[in-house]
């Protein structure tokens, strides 16, 4: 998890926006800061990160609702971080029952 908010830190405002957005449906930080999401029923609801294995299809999907990526963290680093921008930069919503 270290090399997420390590590639957080380096990245220009824009995609800081844009990882906010694909994780958590908002497109600004609450006025009372990031502890201060809430889920969709309004609750308080961390950031969370989660370290799971995933489907061949991916290494991050986004629980919007509940302000949660689900990490393949067992990859090397230039691996995740190729993935976790074309997560952001291409802007993948989408709905699934899984």
Known sequence: MI???ELVREMPNEYRRRLLHFATGLSRVPIAGFSALTSY???LC???LKDVKLKDDGY???HACFNRLDLSLH???HEFKAVL???IETDMYGFTTD
Do not use: L, Q
Request: proline letters at 6%; hydrophobic letters at 55%.
């Open 75 to 77: 990859v090397v680093h």
């Open 85 to 87: 921008y074309a997560a």
């Open 46 to 48: 961390p950031f969370t």
């Open 60 to 62: 991050i999907w986004s």
């Open 41 to 43: 029923n309004g609750k």
């Open 3 to 5: 090399w997420f908010w």
